[in-house]
Protein backbone atom coordinates (compact mmCIF):
# COMPACT_ATOMS: atom_id res chain seq x y z
CA UNK A 1 0.00 0.00 0.00
CA UNK A 2 1.58 3.17 -1.11
CA UNK A 3 1.22 6.53 1.51
CA UNK A 4 -1.03 9.21 0.04
CA UNK A 5 0.66 12.32 -1.01
CA UNK A 6 0.68 15.29 1.43
CA UNK A 7 0.15 18.65 0.26
CA UNK A 8 1.70 21.77 1.51
CA UNK A 9 1.25 25.51 0.44
CA UNK A 10 3.46 27.73 0.71
CA UNK A 11 4.53 31.74 -0.80
CA UNK A 12 7.36 34.00 -1.58
CA UNK A 13 8.00 37.13 -2.84
CA UNK A 14 10.77 38.44 -5.74
CA UNK A 15 11.49 41.16 -4.32
CA UNK A 16 12.81 44.17 -6.30
CA UNK A 17 14.27 47.71 -6.32
CA UNK A 18 16.57 49.88 -8.01
CA UNK A 19 20.32 50.19 -7.99
CA UNK A 20 22.78 51.63 -10.04
CA UNK A 21 20.22 52.53 -12.50
CA UNK A 22 19.59 48.76 -12.59
CA UNK A 23 16.68 46.44 -11.84
CA UNK A 24 17.71 44.52 -8.75
CA UNK A 25 16.16 41.34 -6.84
CA UNK A 26 16.88 39.69 -4.11
CA UNK A 27 18.13 36.02 -3.27
CA UNK A 28 18.60 34.38 -0.11
CA UNK A 29 21.19 31.28 0.64
CA UNK A 30 20.09 28.38 2.94
CA UNK A 31 22.32 25.66 4.37
CA UNK A 32 19.71 23.24 4.29
CA UNK A 33 20.05 19.23 4.00
CA UNK A 34 23.68 19.74 3.68
CA UNK A 35 23.70 22.01 0.99
CA UNK A 36 23.98 25.87 0.18
CA UNK A 37 20.77 26.63 -2.25
CA UNK A 38 20.36 30.60 -3.18
CA UNK A 39 16.51 31.02 -3.44
CA UNK A 40 13.96 33.17 -3.72
CA UNK A 41 11.95 34.17 0.20
CA UNK A 42 9.78 31.92 0.82
CA UNK A 43 7.75 29.68 3.52
CA UNK A 44 4.92 27.83 4.46
CA UNK A 45 1.55 29.18 5.20
CA UNK A 46 0.13 29.63 9.17
CA UNK A 47 -2.80 28.72 10.08
CA UNK A 48 -5.74 31.44 8.94
CA UNK A 49 -2.75 32.94 6.20
CA UNK A 50 -3.75 33.73 2.69
CA UNK A 51 -0.71 33.42 0.18
CA UNK A 52 -0.35 37.37 -0.01
CA UNK A 53 0.33 37.19 3.83
CA UNK A 54 2.21 34.63 3.84
CA UNK A 55 4.53 36.22 1.19
CA UNK A 56 4.86 39.53 2.69
CA UNK A 57 5.78 38.04 5.92
CA UNK A 58 7.93 35.49 4.74
CA UNK A 59 9.98 38.54 2.63
CA UNK A 60 10.71 40.32 6.16
CA UNK A 61 11.64 37.30 7.73
CA UNK A 62 13.96 36.31 5.13
CA UNK A 63 15.34 39.23 3.73
CA UNK A 64 15.02 42.46 6.45
CA UNK A 65 12.81 44.00 3.77
CA UNK A 66 8.93 44.55 4.02
CA UNK A 67 7.32 44.71 0.45
CA UNK A 68 4.73 45.82 -1.66
CA UNK A 69 2.87 43.00 -3.81
CA UNK A 70 2.31 44.80 -7.74
CA UNK A 71 1.36 41.41 -8.64
CA UNK A 72 1.17 37.59 -8.54
CA UNK A 73 3.38 35.49 -10.24
CA UNK A 74 2.94 31.66 -12.14
CA UNK A 75 3.08 29.42 -9.39
CA UNK A 76 5.25 26.57 -8.82
CA UNK A 77 4.73 23.01 -7.54
CA UNK A 78 6.97 19.98 -7.43
CA UNK A 79 7.71 16.73 -5.35
CA UNK A 80 10.09 15.82 -2.82
CA UNK A 81 10.15 12.38 -0.10
CA UNK A 82 8.36 13.42 2.95
CA UNK A 83 9.93 12.79 6.47
CA UNK A 84 10.77 9.25 7.26
CA UNK A 85 10.54 8.28 3.34
CA UNK A 86 7.02 7.83 4.14
CA UNK A 87 5.10 8.88 0.67
CA UNK A 88 5.90 12.10 -1.13
CA UNK A 89 4.81 15.64 -0.54
CA UNK A 90 3.66 17.63 -3.35
CA UNK A 91 4.15 21.70 -2.96
CA UNK A 92 2.25 24.46 -4.48
CA UNK A 93 4.34 27.79 -4.21
CA UNK A 94 2.77 31.10 -4.97
CA UNK A 95 4.75 33.84 -5.68
CA UNK A 96 4.91 38.10 -5.87
CA UNK A 97 6.45 40.37 -7.84
CA UNK A 98 7.32 42.50 -5.03
CA UNK A 99 8.65 46.33 -5.02
CA UNK A 100 11.13 46.79 -1.68
CA UNK A 101 9.38 49.42 0.49
CA UNK A 102 11.20 49.66 3.60
CA UNK A 103 14.50 48.20 5.73
CA UNK A 104 13.40 46.55 8.79
CA UNK A 105 16.22 45.60 10.51
CA UNK A 106 18.44 41.90 10.16
CA UNK A 107 16.91 38.61 8.62
CA UNK A 108 16.49 35.54 10.42
CA UNK A 109 19.98 34.43 10.61
CA UNK A 110 18.14 30.75 11.95
CA UNK A 111 16.41 30.42 8.37
CA UNK A 112 19.07 32.32 6.31
CA UNK A 113 22.75 32.59 6.18
CA UNK A 114 23.16 35.19 3.50
CA UNK A 115 20.83 37.89 2.04
CA UNK A 116 21.95 39.36 -1.62
CA UNK A 117 20.48 41.82 -4.36
CA UNK A 118 21.87 41.61 -7.55
CA UNK A 119 20.59 41.93 -11.17
CA UNK A 120 18.31 39.87 -12.86
CA UNK A 121 20.45 38.26 -14.76
CA UNK A 122 23.14 37.34 -11.82
CA UNK A 123 20.22 36.16 -10.02
CA UNK A 124 19.21 33.92 -13.00
CA UNK A 125 22.35 32.26 -13.27
CA UNK A 126 22.91 31.98 -9.23
CA UNK A 127 19.07 30.35 -8.51
CA UNK A 128 19.89 26.94 -7.68
CA UNK A 129 16.56 25.75 -8.86
CA UNK A 130 15.44 25.57 -12.30
CA UNK A 131 11.54 26.40 -11.51
CA UNK A 132 12.43 29.39 -9.77
CA UNK A 133 14.44 30.92 -12.50
CA UNK A 134 11.24 30.36 -14.15
CA UNK A 135 9.82 32.16 -11.72
CA UNK A 136 12.33 35.23 -12.10
CA UNK A 137 11.92 35.29 -15.57
CA UNK A 138 8.43 36.12 -15.12
CA UNK A 139 9.40 38.68 -12.71
CA UNK A 140 11.91 40.14 -14.78
CA UNK A 141 9.52 40.83 -18.03
CA UNK A 142 6.66 41.94 -15.82
CA UNK A 143 9.28 44.72 -13.95
CA UNK A 144 10.89 45.85 -17.19
CA UNK A 145 7.79 46.68 -18.63
CA UNK A 146 7.25 48.76 -15.58
CA UNK A 147 8.13 52.42 -14.66
CA UNK A 148 11.21 53.03 -12.69
CA UNK A 149 9.37 54.87 -10.58
CA UNK A 150 7.70 51.95 -9.54
CA UNK A 151 10.37 50.40 -7.72
CA UNK A 152 11.33 53.47 -5.92
CA UNK A 153 11.46 52.84 -2.04
CA UNK A 154 11.85 55.02 1.02
CA UNK A 155 15.34 55.10 2.46
CA UNK A 156 16.41 57.22 6.13
CA UNK A 157 19.11 58.24 4.90
CA UNK A 158 18.15 59.82 1.40
CA UNK A 159 13.70 59.73 1.54
CA UNK A 160 12.48 58.15 -1.13
CA UNK A 161 15.63 56.74 -3.71
CA UNK A 162 15.53 57.94 -7.33
CA UNK A 163 16.28 55.79 -10.19
CA UNK A 164 20.79 56.44 -10.25
CA UNK A 165 21.19 57.12 -6.30
CA UNK A 166 24.02 54.42 -5.64
CA UNK A 167 22.19 51.62 -3.92
CA UNK A 168 19.99 54.09 -1.80
CA UNK A 169 17.26 51.37 -1.54
CA UNK A 170 18.79 47.98 -2.07
CA UNK A 171 21.95 48.43 0.35
CA UNK A 172 21.13 48.93 4.22
CA UNK A 173 24.88 49.13 5.62
CA UNK A 174 26.89 50.39 3.00
CA UNK A 175 28.93 47.61 2.41
CA UNK A 176 29.91 46.60 -0.58
CA UNK A 177 27.44 43.34 -0.73
CA UNK A 178 25.26 43.49 -3.09
Not at 119 to 129: D, I, K, N, R, S
Not at 131 to 152: D, G, S, Y
Request: negative net charge; charged residues 20%; glycine residues 8%.
Amino acid sequence: MTSPALREEAAGGVLVSIRDSHLQVCLVRRGRHQRQAWCLPKGHLEAGEDAAAAAHREVQEETGWSGKILQALEPICYQFPAPGGLGVVSKTVSFFLMRATKDEGPHDAQEVEEVRWMTFEEAMQLATYENERQVLRQAHQIAAQLPPETFQCPHPLFGTSAVGIDGACAQRDGSSKA
